[in-house]
Antibody, heavy 122, light 109 residues
Framework: QVQLVESGGGLVNPGGSLRLSCEASGFTLSDTYMSWIRQAPGKGLEWVSY????????NYADSVKGRFTIYRDKAKNALLLQMTSLRAEDTAIYYCARTYNSGWDLNWFDPWGQGTLVTVSS | DIVLTQSPATLSLSPGERATLSCRAS??????LAWYQHKPGQAPRLLIYETSNRATGIPARFSGSGSGTDFTLTISSLEPEDFAVYYCQQQRSNWPPVIFGGGTKVELK
């Protein structure tokens, strides 16, 4: 069964760092595009970052560029998101999702994990 | 950037009723649309991709249609488990590479 499980969320001070993990089962994560998507409290969905399959290409939303890094741990079949210089506006539930693509274009996301909550507050 | 506007923001309906959810793009969508269902505390679930294709395991009461700037998700007869928030998403967007609509909440009347 294809499944994604996120972990690593928590409470962090502004300016702090956090690393999120997304462990995959039922498929090899490095064979597909993968994305991080977040939902701030009371808000809609916002794409954060994606990584391509093989010879990975990465891309970030302008709101996180230069602060977040997406990468894979092939040995653990996991997707990671290193978040630094965190701001209050980064407070959100973070979801990982397998990403269907056409060349460089992203199509849809399936499945999604249950999410992990990141709270940035002093 | 293209903006996806979903309407209405909230739809109050009873089980058995038909739900019609709109997703309007600020300019013509070159790609197609996907639709997701999201319940609190759960993972979002893909319902429709390529505007009108149901994802694996999605019941036939869910259907998608549209082109250009106007797209629709229809739930033909609401089941109790269908009350949730629904998001549209543009596929194959230039920048940003992923665009979501603001969501429509389907709530129990």
């Amino acid at each position: 069964q294809v499944q994604l499980v996120e972990s690593g969320g928590g409470l962090v001070n502004p300016g702090g760092s956090l690393r999120l993990s997304c462990e995959a089962s039922g498929f090899t994560l490095s064979d597909t595009y993968m994305s991080w998507i977040r939902q701030a409290p009371g808000k809609g969905l916002e794409w954060v970052s994606y990584i391509s399959s093989n010879d990975p290409y990465v891309n970030y939303a302008d709101s996180v560029k230069g602060r977040f890094t997406i990468y894979r741990d092939k040995a653990k079949n996991a997707l990671l998101l290193q978040m630094t210089s965190l701001r209050a506006e980064d407070t959100a539930i973070y979801y990982c999702a397998r990403t269907y693509n056409s060349g460089w274009d992203l199509n849809w996301f399936d499945p999604w994990g249950q999410g992990t909550l990141v709270t940035v507050s002093s | 950037d293209i903006v996806l506007t979903q309407s209405p923001a909230t739809l109050s309906l009873s089980p058995g009723e038909r739900a019609t959810l709109s997703c309007r793009a600020s300019q013509s969508v070159v790609g197609s649309l996907a639709w997701y269902q999201h319940k609190p505390g759960q993972a979002p679930r893909l319902l429709i991709y390529e505007t009108s294709n149901r994802a694996t395991g999605i019941p036939a009461r869910f259907s998608g249609s549209g082109s250009g700037t106007d797209f629709t998700l229809t739930i033909s007869s609401l089941e109790p488990e269908d009350f949730a928030v629904y998001y549209c998403q543009q596929q194959r967007s230039n920048w940003p590479p992923v665009i979501f609509g603001g969501g429509t909440k389907v709530e129990l009347k």
